[in-house]
């Protein structure tokens, strides 16, 4: 049985920075990429990073590019989000997600998914 479980979300000030953690079990963890997605009330799951399978290459969406980052440790099968500069239009609610050999922007590309970790960035 695959599992992802987030952890790591919370609350904090504008400004301040999280780090969100996921820990996969049950799949081969080095065959699969990973991605993190968000989804804030009302609006609709968007991409916010992804990482390859050896973790040497990751991508971004425009709006946290150079705030957050995405590392991976295939010895321990956890993918983590560093979030630094959080605004409040970062609050959301955070999943992890497994793609089979690659990574996309797109949630619809993804095999396993998280239960999420709230994020709320107060102004």
């Known amino acids: 049985q695959v599992q992802l479980v987030e952890s790591g979300g919370g609350l904090v000030q504008a400004g301040g920075s999280l780090r969100l953690s996921c820990a996969a079990s049950g799949l081969p963890f080095s065959l699969y990429g990973m991605g993190w997605f968000r989804q804030a009330p009302g609006k609709e799951r968007e991409f916010v990073a992804a990482?390859?399978?050896?973790?040497?290459?990751?991508v971004y969406a425009d709006s946290v590019k150079g705030r957050f980052s995405i590392s991976r440790d295939n010895a321990k099968n956890t993918v983590d989000l560093q979030m630094n500069s959080l605004r409040p239009e970062d609050t959301a609610v955070y999943y992890c997600a497994a793609k089979r050999f690659g990574v996309s922007d797109n949630f619809g590309g993804y095999d396993y998914w998280g239960q999420g970790a709230q994020v709320t960035v107060s102004s």
């Open positions: 990482i390859i399978r050896s973790g040497g290459n990751a």
